[in-house]
Protein backbone atom coordinates (compact mmCIF):
# COMPACT_ATOMS: atom_id res chain seq x y z
CA UNK A 1 0.00 0.00 0.00
CA UNK A 2 1.91 3.07 -1.16
CA UNK A 3 1.52 6.92 0.00
CA UNK A 4 -1.47 8.37 -1.29
CA UNK A 5 -0.67 10.89 -4.25
CA UNK A 6 -2.71 13.07 -6.54
CA UNK A 7 -1.02 12.66 -10.06
CA UNK A 8 -0.27 15.59 -12.05
CA UNK A 9 -0.23 15.80 -15.67
CA UNK A 10 3.13 17.64 -17.50
CA UNK A 11 5.04 18.18 -20.47
CA UNK A 12 7.02 15.75 -22.39
CA UNK A 13 9.14 18.34 -24.28
CA UNK A 14 12.68 19.56 -23.06
CA UNK A 15 13.19 22.87 -23.93
CA UNK A 16 16.48 23.71 -25.26
CA UNK A 17 17.30 26.55 -22.15
CA UNK A 18 16.15 28.20 -18.97
CA UNK A 19 16.98 30.79 -16.99
CA UNK A 20 16.40 28.66 -14.47
CA UNK A 21 16.42 25.02 -13.86
CA UNK A 22 14.97 22.98 -10.55
CA UNK A 23 16.02 19.76 -10.05
CA UNK A 24 13.92 17.47 -7.95
CA UNK A 25 9.95 18.17 -7.70
CA UNK A 26 9.52 17.58 -4.02
CA UNK A 27 8.04 20.83 -2.04
CA UNK A 28 10.97 22.49 -1.68
CA UNK A 29 11.95 22.42 -5.32
CA UNK A 30 8.10 23.12 -6.62
CA UNK A 31 8.19 26.40 -3.68
CA UNK A 32 11.06 27.49 -5.76
CA UNK A 33 9.80 26.91 -9.12
CA UNK A 34 6.67 28.54 -8.26
CA UNK A 35 8.41 31.93 -7.08
CA UNK A 36 10.87 31.83 -9.94
CA UNK A 37 7.94 31.38 -12.35
CA UNK A 38 6.13 34.59 -10.54
CA UNK A 39 8.55 36.59 -10.88
CA UNK A 40 8.58 36.43 -14.86
CA UNK A 41 11.32 33.80 -14.97
CA UNK A 42 11.58 31.08 -17.66
CA UNK A 43 12.08 28.09 -15.47
CA UNK A 44 12.03 24.34 -15.56
CA UNK A 45 11.33 21.60 -13.12
CA UNK A 46 12.83 18.37 -13.66
CA UNK A 47 11.42 15.19 -11.57
CA UNK A 48 13.20 11.60 -12.63
CA UNK A 49 9.88 10.57 -10.92
CA UNK A 50 6.67 12.12 -10.25
CA UNK A 51 6.05 15.15 -8.45
CA UNK A 52 6.08 14.95 -4.77
CA UNK A 53 6.33 11.53 -4.75
CA UNK A 54 9.03 10.82 -2.43
CA UNK A 55 9.06 12.34 1.14
CA UNK A 56 6.98 15.25 0.59
CA UNK A 57 3.93 12.62 0.20
CA UNK A 58 5.13 10.34 2.57
CA UNK A 59 5.31 12.98 5.81
CA UNK A 60 2.70 13.77 8.46
CA UNK A 61 1.97 17.48 7.36
CA UNK A 62 2.45 19.54 10.17
CA UNK A 63 3.48 22.61 9.40
CA UNK A 64 4.42 24.44 12.63
CA UNK A 65 6.49 26.62 14.48
CA UNK A 66 6.05 25.04 17.92
CA UNK A 67 9.65 23.80 19.08
CA UNK A 68 11.32 24.72 15.97
CA UNK A 69 15.64 25.53 16.26
CA UNK A 70 16.06 29.09 16.69
CA UNK A 71 17.81 29.18 13.06
CA UNK A 72 14.20 27.32 11.55
CA UNK A 73 11.65 29.37 13.07
CA UNK A 74 11.83 32.35 10.98
CA UNK A 75 11.34 30.41 7.83
CA UNK A 76 8.49 28.48 9.38
CA UNK A 77 6.76 31.23 10.23
CA UNK A 78 6.74 32.73 6.95
CA UNK A 79 5.94 29.86 5.62
CA UNK A 80 2.61 29.72 7.50
CA UNK A 81 2.03 33.08 5.97
CA UNK A 82 3.10 32.14 2.32
CA UNK A 83 0.56 28.78 2.32
CA UNK A 84 -2.19 31.01 3.19
CA UNK A 85 -0.94 33.65 0.50
CA UNK A 86 -0.21 30.78 -2.39
CA UNK A 87 -4.03 29.38 -1.87
CA UNK A 88 -5.19 33.67 -2.59
CA UNK A 89 -2.95 33.64 -5.50
CA UNK A 90 -2.65 30.79 -7.44
CA UNK A 91 -6.77 29.21 -6.57
CA UNK A 92 -4.73 25.72 -5.83
CA UNK A 93 -5.83 24.06 -2.96
CA UNK A 94 -2.96 22.63 -0.51
CA UNK A 95 -5.19 21.57 2.11
CA UNK A 96 -3.48 23.89 4.57
CA UNK A 97 -5.58 25.09 7.27
CA UNK A 98 -4.73 26.61 10.51
CA UNK A 99 -6.17 24.11 12.56
CA UNK A 100 -3.55 24.75 16.00
CA UNK A 101 -1.00 21.90 17.07
CA UNK A 102 -1.71 19.77 20.27
CA UNK A 103 0.70 18.58 22.56
CA UNK A 104 0.08 16.25 25.75
CA UNK A 105 2.30 14.59 27.73
CA UNK A 106 2.37 13.44 31.99
CA UNK A 107 6.41 14.44 31.83
CA UNK A 108 6.96 16.98 34.03
CA UNK A 109 10.78 17.45 32.10
CA UNK A 110 9.49 16.96 28.61
CA UNK A 111 6.74 20.04 29.64
CA UNK A 112 9.46 22.14 30.90
CA UNK A 113 11.00 21.58 28.33
CA UNK A 114 7.96 23.32 26.19
CA UNK A 115 7.45 25.64 28.53
CA UNK A 116 11.01 27.23 27.83
CA UNK A 117 10.68 26.90 24.11
CA UNK A 118 6.80 29.47 24.90
CA UNK A 119 9.51 32.10 26.93
CA UNK A 120 11.79 32.11 23.90
CA UNK A 121 9.59 32.15 21.40
CA UNK A 122 7.84 35.34 23.39
CA UNK A 123 10.84 37.05 22.28
CA UNK A 124 10.48 36.95 18.72
CA UNK A 125 6.36 36.97 18.63
CA UNK A 126 4.93 33.50 18.54
CA UNK A 127 2.57 32.74 19.81
CA UNK A 128 1.56 29.33 22.17
CA UNK A 129 -0.40 28.52 25.16
CA UNK A 130 0.83 26.06 27.56
CA UNK A 131 -1.99 23.73 29.36
CA UNK A 132 -1.91 22.49 33.09
CA UNK A 133 -3.71 19.16 33.72
CA UNK A 134 -6.98 20.68 33.35
CA UNK A 135 -6.60 22.30 30.08
CA UNK A 136 -4.65 19.57 28.70
CA UNK A 137 -7.51 17.43 29.71
CA UNK A 138 -10.08 19.39 27.98
CA UNK A 139 -7.71 19.68 24.68
CA UNK A 140 -7.34 15.56 25.24
CA UNK A 141 -10.87 14.92 26.22
CA UNK A 142 -10.93 12.16 23.24
CA UNK A 143 -8.50 10.41 24.81
CA UNK A 144 -10.19 9.73 28.00
CA UNK A 145 -7.64 9.96 30.04
CA UNK A 146 -6.15 13.15 32.52
CA UNK A 147 -2.45 14.60 31.56
CA UNK A 148 -0.18 16.75 33.64
CA UNK A 149 0.31 18.93 30.78
CA UNK A 150 0.47 20.23 27.26
CA UNK A 151 0.61 22.98 25.04
CA UNK A 152 -1.16 24.23 22.42
CA UNK A 153 -0.16 26.31 18.99
CA UNK A 154 -3.25 28.03 17.46
CA UNK A 155 -1.40 29.34 14.57
CA UNK A 156 0.69 26.59 13.29
CA UNK A 157 -1.64 24.27 10.66
CA UNK A 158 -1.67 21.15 8.45
CA UNK A 159 -1.45 20.88 4.80
CA UNK A 160 -1.98 17.93 2.61
CA UNK A 161 1.05 15.73 1.41
CA UNK A 162 -0.55 13.82 -1.20
CA UNK A 163 -1.80 16.93 -2.82
CA UNK A 164 0.47 19.96 -1.99
CA UNK A 165 3.59 19.49 -4.57
CA UNK A 166 0.82 18.67 -7.29
CA UNK A 167 -0.91 22.05 -6.50
CA UNK A 168 2.06 23.78 -6.58
CA UNK A 169 3.34 22.26 -9.88
CA UNK A 170 -0.28 23.11 -11.47
CA UNK A 171 1.04 26.66 -10.75
CA UNK A 172 3.73 26.74 -12.14
CA UNK A 173 2.57 25.45 -15.85
CA UNK A 174 -0.40 28.17 -14.99
CA UNK A 175 2.41 30.81 -14.79
CA UNK A 176 4.24 29.39 -17.96
CA UNK A 177 6.67 27.46 -16.56
CA UNK A 178 7.69 23.83 -17.47
CA UNK A 179 7.36 20.84 -15.28
CA UNK A 180 8.68 17.24 -16.84
CA UNK A 181 8.38 14.08 -15.12
CA UNK A 182 10.00 11.14 -15.36
CA UNK A 183 12.81 12.92 -16.54
CA UNK A 184 16.16 12.57 -14.22
CA UNK A 185 19.12 15.42 -14.44
CA UNK A 186 22.46 13.42 -14.82
CA UNK A 187 24.50 16.17 -13.74
CA UNK A 188 25.85 19.57 -15.44
CA UNK A 189 28.08 21.28 -17.96
CA UNK A 190 30.27 24.11 -17.02
CA UNK A 191 31.71 27.17 -19.34
CA UNK A 192 34.09 29.73 -17.52
CA UNK A 193 34.33 28.52 -14.24
CA UNK A 194 30.36 28.46 -14.36
CA UNK A 195 27.39 26.19 -14.44
CA UNK A 196 26.46 26.44 -18.48
CA UNK A 197 23.41 23.42 -19.07
CA UNK A 198 22.23 20.96 -16.91
CA UNK A 199 22.38 17.40 -18.69
CA UNK A 200 19.50 15.21 -18.93
CA UNK A 201 18.18 12.13 -19.59
CA UNK A 202 16.26 13.42 -22.50
CA UNK A 203 18.92 16.03 -23.65
CA UNK A 204 20.77 19.35 -21.85
CA UNK A 205 19.07 22.47 -21.07
CA UNK A 206 21.25 25.31 -21.28
CA UNK A 207 21.39 27.80 -18.33
CA UNK A 208 23.13 29.60 -15.82
CA UNK A 209 21.36 28.99 -12.88
CA UNK A 210 20.44 25.61 -11.12
CA UNK A 211 18.48 24.52 -7.78
CA UNK A 212 19.54 21.31 -6.74
CA UNK A 213 16.46 20.03 -4.16
CA UNK A 214 17.18 16.37 -4.64
CA UNK A 215 16.19 15.42 -1.05
CA UNK A 216 17.45 11.89 -0.56
CA UNK A 217 20.07 12.23 -3.23
CA UNK A 218 21.56 15.06 -2.80
CA UNK A 219 24.20 14.34 -1.20
CA UNK A 220 24.97 11.74 -3.92
CA UNK A 221 24.51 14.01 -6.82
CA UNK A 222 27.08 16.70 -4.91
CA UNK A 223 29.64 14.05 -4.88
CA UNK A 224 29.34 14.09 -8.59
CA UNK A 225 30.52 17.73 -8.81
CA UNK A 226 33.47 17.61 -6.72
CA UNK A 227 31.20 18.96 -3.44
CA UNK A 228 31.42 17.10 -0.47
CA UNK A 229 27.72 17.58 1.35
CA UNK A 230 27.21 15.48 4.50
CA UNK A 231 23.82 14.00 4.29
CA UNK A 232 22.29 10.71 6.48
CA UNK A 233 19.03 9.28 5.84
CA UNK A 234 16.69 7.69 8.78
CA UNK A 235 13.78 5.11 7.09
CA UNK A 236 10.29 5.72 8.50
CA UNK A 237 7.21 4.37 8.52
CA UNK A 238 3.84 5.65 8.86
CA UNK A 239 0.11 4.47 8.12
CA UNK A 240 -3.24 5.93 7.88
CA UNK A 241 -6.82 5.06 8.82
CA UNK A 242 -9.65 5.82 6.76
CA UNK A 243 -12.57 8.03 8.10
CA UNK A 244 -15.18 7.06 10.97
CA UNK A 245 -17.15 8.58 13.62
CA UNK A 246 -15.95 10.02 17.10
CA UNK A 247 -13.98 12.99 18.04
CA UNK A 248 -10.41 13.07 17.34
CA UNK A 249 -7.95 16.57 17.40
CA UNK A 250 -6.53 17.50 14.28
CA UNK A 251 -3.10 16.92 14.89
CA UNK A 252 -1.89 15.74 18.30
CA UNK A 253 1.48 14.67 19.54
CA UNK A 254 2.42 12.74 22.39
CA UNK A 255 5.74 10.49 23.46
CA UNK A 256 4.05 7.61 22.09
CA UNK A 257 2.15 8.39 19.06
CA UNK A 258 1.23 11.28 17.14
CA UNK A 259 -1.88 11.41 15.00
CA UNK A 260 -3.00 14.02 11.94
CA UNK A 261 -6.37 14.11 10.33
CA UNK A 262 -6.19 13.66 6.62
CA UNK A 263 -7.68 15.59 3.67
CA UNK A 264 -10.06 12.60 3.02
CA UNK A 265 -11.46 12.34 6.64
CA UNK A 266 -8.94 9.96 7.95
CA UNK A 267 -6.03 10.04 9.95
CA UNK A 268 -1.61 9.37 9.58
CA UNK A 269 -0.79 7.46 12.40
CA UNK A 270 3.11 8.17 13.35
CA UNK A 271 6.03 7.63 16.41
CA UNK A 272 7.71 10.45 16.70
CA UNK A 273 11.70 9.91 15.88
CA UNK A 274 11.32 6.35 15.61
CA UNK A 275 13.20 5.10 12.03
CA UNK A 276 15.81 2.70 11.16
CA UNK A 277 19.20 3.22 10.09
CA UNK A 278 19.67 1.74 6.79
CA UNK A 279 23.85 1.20 6.32
CA UNK A 280 24.93 2.40 3.26
CA UNK A 281 28.33 3.70 2.01
CA UNK A 282 27.21 7.29 2.28
CA UNK A 283 26.33 6.96 5.80
CA UNK A 284 29.56 4.96 6.88
CA UNK A 285 31.90 7.69 5.18
CA UNK A 286 30.03 10.24 7.24
CA UNK A 287 29.61 8.58 10.52
CA UNK A 288 32.05 10.55 12.30
CA UNK A 289 29.63 13.88 11.64
CA UNK A 290 26.70 11.69 11.84
CA UNK A 291 27.51 9.95 15.60
CA UNK A 292 26.23 13.18 17.77
CA UNK A 293 22.82 13.11 16.85
CA UNK A 294 22.25 9.30 16.74
CA UNK A 295 23.90 9.50 19.88
CA UNK A 296 21.25 11.78 21.02
CA UNK A 297 17.96 9.71 19.53
CA UNK A 298 20.05 5.99 20.29
CA UNK A 299 16.15 5.02 22.13
CA UNK A 300 14.47 5.62 18.54
CA UNK A 301 16.97 4.66 16.28
CA UNK A 302 17.66 0.90 15.08
CA UNK A 303 19.79 -0.33 12.81
CA UNK A 304 18.30 -0.98 9.46
CA UNK A 305 18.84 -3.86 6.83
CA UNK A 306 19.79 -3.70 2.69
CA UNK A 307 16.66 -1.21 2.35
CA UNK A 308 19.49 1.54 1.57
CA UNK A 309 21.95 -0.42 -0.38
CA UNK A 310 18.52 -1.29 -2.66
CA UNK A 311 17.93 2.05 -3.20
CA UNK A 312 20.77 3.16 -4.11
CA UNK A 313 20.38 6.91 -3.35
CA UNK A 314 23.30 6.61 -0.57
CA UNK A 315 25.46 4.59 -2.65
CA UNK A 316 29.18 6.31 -3.67
CA UNK A 317 29.54 5.38 -7.27
CA UNK A 318 29.83 7.80 -9.78
CA UNK A 319 27.69 8.14 -12.88
CA UNK A 320 28.10 9.04 -16.98
CA UNK A 321 26.05 11.89 -18.33
CA UNK A 322 25.54 9.39 -21.35
CA UNK A 323 24.57 6.66 -19.30
CA UNK A 324 21.68 5.82 -16.89
CA UNK A 325 22.47 6.78 -13.46
CA UNK A 326 21.23 5.33 -10.64
CA UNK A 327 18.41 7.69 -10.19
CA UNK A 328 16.80 6.07 -13.30
CA UNK A 329 17.06 2.93 -12.03
CA UNK A 330 14.56 3.99 -8.83
CA UNK A 331 12.65 6.58 -9.88
CA UNK A 332 11.00 6.73 -6.72
CA UNK A 333 12.11 5.88 -3.29
CA UNK A 334 9.90 3.29 -1.66
CA UNK A 335 11.50 1.59 0.54
CA UNK A 336 9.91 -1.10 2.68
CA UNK A 337 7.69 -0.68 5.64
CA UNK A 338 9.24 -1.88 9.36
CA UNK A 339 6.51 -4.17 10.15
CA UNK A 340 7.09 -3.85 13.54
CA UNK A 341 7.22 -0.23 13.76
CA UNK A 342 3.92 -0.20 11.42
CA UNK A 343 2.28 -2.73 14.30
CA UNK A 344 3.50 -0.80 17.18
CA UNK A 345 2.17 2.38 15.49
CA UNK A 346 -1.76 1.35 15.29
CA UNK A 347 -1.70 -0.26 18.86
CA UNK A 348 -0.67 3.08 20.72
CA UNK A 349 -2.98 5.14 18.48
CA UNK A 350 -6.35 2.88 19.31
CA UNK A 351 -4.75 2.65 22.98
CA UNK A 352 -4.41 6.66 23.15
CA UNK A 353 -7.88 7.31 21.19
CA UNK A 354 -10.77 5.06 21.64
CA UNK A 355 -12.32 6.34 18.33
CA UNK A 356 -9.94 4.91 16.15
CA UNK A 357 -11.08 1.59 17.01
CA UNK A 358 -12.88 -0.55 14.16
CA UNK A 359 -10.91 1.69 11.57
CA UNK A 360 -9.53 -0.23 8.82
CA UNK A 361 -5.86 0.49 8.13
CA UNK A 362 -5.60 2.16 4.31
CA UNK A 363 -1.77 2.80 3.57
CA UNK A 364 1.16 1.84 5.45
CA UNK A 365 4.54 3.36 3.91
CA UNK A 366 7.92 4.17 4.51
CA UNK A 367 10.26 7.42 3.39
CA UNK A 368 13.97 8.31 3.80
CA UNK A 369 14.14 11.42 6.13
CA UNK A 370 17.23 12.98 4.71
CA UNK A 371 19.24 14.97 7.29
CA UNK A 372 22.38 17.34 7.86
CA UNK A 373 24.47 16.66 10.88
CA UNK A 374 23.12 19.86 13.12
CA UNK A 375 19.63 19.18 11.99
CA UNK A 376 19.50 22.28 9.87
CA UNK A 377 19.40 22.36 5.50
CA UNK A 378 21.49 23.86 3.61
CA UNK A 379 20.34 26.60 1.57
CA UNK A 380 22.44 29.15 -1.02
CA UNK A 381 24.98 28.63 -3.69
CA UNK A 382 28.09 26.23 -3.75
CA UNK A 383 31.38 27.72 -3.71
CA UNK A 384 32.64 24.89 -6.37
CA UNK A 385 30.11 25.23 -8.67
CA UNK A 386 28.59 28.65 -9.34
CA UNK A 387 25.70 29.12 -10.21
CA UNK A 388 24.21 25.59 -8.74
CA UNK A 389 21.91 26.26 -5.61
CA UNK A 390 21.28 23.65 -2.95
CA UNK A 391 18.77 23.57 -1.13
CA UNK A 392 18.51 20.32 0.43
CA UNK A 393 18.85 18.39 4.09
CA UNK A 394 15.54 19.12 5.51
CA UNK A 395 15.87 17.10 8.08
CA UNK A 396 12.02 16.12 8.17
CA UNK A 397 11.48 19.53 8.72
CA UNK A 398 10.99 20.49 5.02
CA UNK A 399 7.43 19.93 4.02
CA UNK A 400 6.44 22.92 6.28
CA UNK A 401 9.04 25.29 5.68
CA UNK A 402 8.67 24.71 1.90
CA UNK A 403 7.21 27.65 1.09
CA UNK A 404 10.07 29.79 2.66
CA UNK A 405 12.68 27.77 1.13
CA UNK A 406 11.44 27.97 -1.89
CA UNK A 407 10.70 31.51 -1.43
CA UNK A 408 14.39 32.44 0.06
CA UNK A 409 15.71 30.29 -3.60
CA UNK A 410 14.18 32.82 -5.25
CA UNK A 411 15.53 35.48 -3.38
CA UNK A 412 19.14 34.40 -3.98
CA UNK A 413 18.58 33.64 -7.58
CA UNK A 414 17.02 36.89 -8.21
CA UNK A 415 19.06 39.47 -5.68
CA UNK A 416 15.98 40.09 -4.30
CA UNK A 417 15.56 41.27 -0.40
CA UNK A 418 15.92 37.65 1.38
CA UNK A 419 12.81 36.29 3.17
CA UNK A 420 15.16 35.59 6.08
CA UNK A 421 18.58 35.87 6.93
CA UNK A 422 20.24 33.00 4.46
CA UNK A 423 23.42 32.52 7.04
CA UNK A 424 22.42 30.12 8.77
CA UNK A 425 21.67 27.76 6.28
CA UNK A 426 24.98 28.75 4.55
CA UNK A 427 26.24 25.24 2.50
CA UNK A 428 30.06 26.45 3.42
CA UNK A 429 29.14 25.66 7.00
CA UNK A 430 29.87 22.06 6.43
CA UNK A 431 33.22 22.53 4.55
CA UNK A 432 34.57 24.16 7.83
CA UNK A 433 36.04 22.63 10.99
CA UNK A 434 35.25 23.90 14.20
CA UNK A 435 38.12 26.26 14.29
CA UNK A 436 36.42 28.32 11.41
CA UNK A 437 39.15 26.69 8.78
CA UNK A 438 38.06 25.55 5.38
CA UNK A 439 38.41 21.38 5.58
CA UNK A 440 40.22 20.17 2.92
CA UNK A 441 38.26 16.70 1.89
Not at 7 to 12: A, E, F, G, P, R
Not at 20 to 37: E, R, S
Not at 81 to 89: N, S, T
Amino acid sequence: MPAPLTLVTTSNDLPPSADAVVIGAGIVGVFAAYYLALRGLKVVLLEKGLVGAEQSSRNWGWCRQQNRDARELPMATKSLDLWERFAAESGENTGFRRCGLLYLSNSEEEIAGWARWRDFARTVGVTTHMLDGAAAGEYGRATGRSWKGGVFSPTDGTADPASAAPAVARAIMTLGGRVLQNCAARGIEMEGGKLSAVVTERGTIGTKVAILSGGAWASSFCRQLGIRFPQSSVRSSILSVGPGEGEIPDALHTARVSVTRRGDGGHTLAISGRGRVDPTAQNMRYAAQFLPMFMRRWRSLSPGGLEGIRSGHESLKTWRLDRPTPMEEMRILDPATDRDTIKLTHERAVELLPALKGRSVSAAWAGYIDSTPDGVPAIGETSTVPGLVLAAGFSGHGFGIGPGAGHLVADIITGAEPIVDPRPYDPERFRRSSWGKVANF
